[in-house]
């Protein structure tokens, strides 16, 4: 089906077909670069001519427009393609330079720069605007293999983004296994990769998987069943165990609580007035001054013992001396010596009395 172009007021019923489609073939690429109102015509197999209406393309901008800011290149393709069929703009040259006109400033400046921008060539023009900008394309990612086994290398802790990484693996391995580029096995094991150690040994076991032999029938849906179930499983353990865990630090604090408001009450010691503080500074005046006394007696006393010790030591002292005076004068004279008598001394001394019994000898040369 060939198609045409033309402006409402330059539809004249009454021209003969071979004039109007001349007339067509000049106005088609001017109509599809204006932002008025417009017509299509085609002509049919039975050589007549259809007229369609379209409504001009929307504003760059406005809230049915596409905008292109480098995210998500290939949605923003599709969905720019089908705007522009939509509103009757179909030569791959006004597409492109329309696309330019859709994107922030610096990328449809860019796009100008690009060879294919000039050789009017929508398809490989679109595709080498997709593969620029690759990087923040979801969609573009969800169609590899390597983002896929790139996320399985990002570590997923419990309590993290684990439900996340669940419904992330398994939307992109239904689009690239669909692609046939990717086996029930290997997908298997790439989902197990991404999970916690603890996790993915419990899979197995409750899965009964067999990962030495890669030609056994592997059932990837039970397998995400069996990890979300023990994911909800942690989940509502951590809940149970924290209810439980707050619960012991209110019966803790209610122990204490009632241990405060159970515990006697403490009697202070009455206060000391001043007359009790009186006598008492007399009291300890008076038990000093006792025990003063008792020592300055004791003290007399070792005195006294010493002193009566000293004068018996001298005076026994004073006795022997007297004896060897008398022994001496009775060698000087003449006639028999006269036995010196024996003289007794008895002393008793003790620590309160001291009693003597001495008998002095008599010289009886002096007398």
């Not at 369609?52 to 998500?72: C, E, K, L, V, Y």
Request: proline share 4%.
């Amino acid at each position: 089906m060939k198609q045409y172009t033309i402006s409402r007021q330059n539809i004249l019923c009454d021209m003969t077909k071979d004039q109007e489609i001349k007339k067509l073939e000049s106005e088609s690429t001017m109509a599809e670069g204006t932002t008025e109102s417009y017509a299509t015509m085609s002509l049919g197999e039975d050589k007549r001519i259809m007229v369609h209406s379209h409504i001009p393309m929307p504003s760059p901008g406005t809230a049915n427009a596409s905008w292109f800011d480098s995210r998500d290149a290939t949605l923003f393709i599709e969905r720019f393609y089908q705007m522009c069929k939509d509103h009757g703009v179909i030569d791959p040259k006004n597409i492109i330079e329309w696309l330019a006109r859709y994107c922030v400033t610096w990328i449809g400046e860019w796009m100008k720069t690009l060879e294919d921008y000039k050789e009017d060539n929508w398809e490989v023009f679109s595709k080498e605007i997709i593969h620029e900008f690759c990087d923040q394309d979801i969609t573009y990612k969800i169609h590899c293999q390597d983002y896929l086994w790139a996320i399985t290398k990002k570590l997923h802790a419990w309590d993290g983004n684990i439900h996340a990484y669940v419904q992330e693996y398994t939307t992109i391995t239904s689009t690239v296994q669909a692609n046939e580029r990717l086996d029930e096995f290997t997908k298997m094991s790439w989902f197990l990769q991404g999970l916690p150690e603890k996790l993915w040994n419990k899979i197995i076991d409750k899965a009964k998987l067999n990962l030495s032999d890669d030609m056994l029938p592997i059932d990837f849906r039970k397998v995400v069943q069996v990890t979300m179930d023990l994911i909800d499983q942690y989940e509502e353990n951590k809940k149970v165990f924290e209810e439980d865990e707050m619960k012991q630090k209110e019966m803790e604090k209610l122990g204490e609580q009632y241990q405060l408001a159970n515990k006697p009450p403490t009697v202070e010691a009455p206060k000391k007035t001043a007359s009790f503080a009186k006598t008492e500074e007399s009291e300890s005046k008076s038990k000093a001054k006792g025990s003063d006394s008792t020592n300055i007696e004791a003290a007399i006393e070792k005195m006294i013992n010493k002193f009566t010790n000293l004068a018996l030591a001298m005076r026994v002292q004073l006795n022997q001396i007297q004896g060897n005076s008398n022994q001496y004068y009775m060698l000087q004279r003449e006639g028999p010596p006269k036995p010196i008598p024996n003289y007794s001394t008895n002393v008793t001394v003790n620590s309160t009395t001291v009693q003597e019994n001495t008998q002095l000898p008599v010289n009886p040369y002096l007398a």
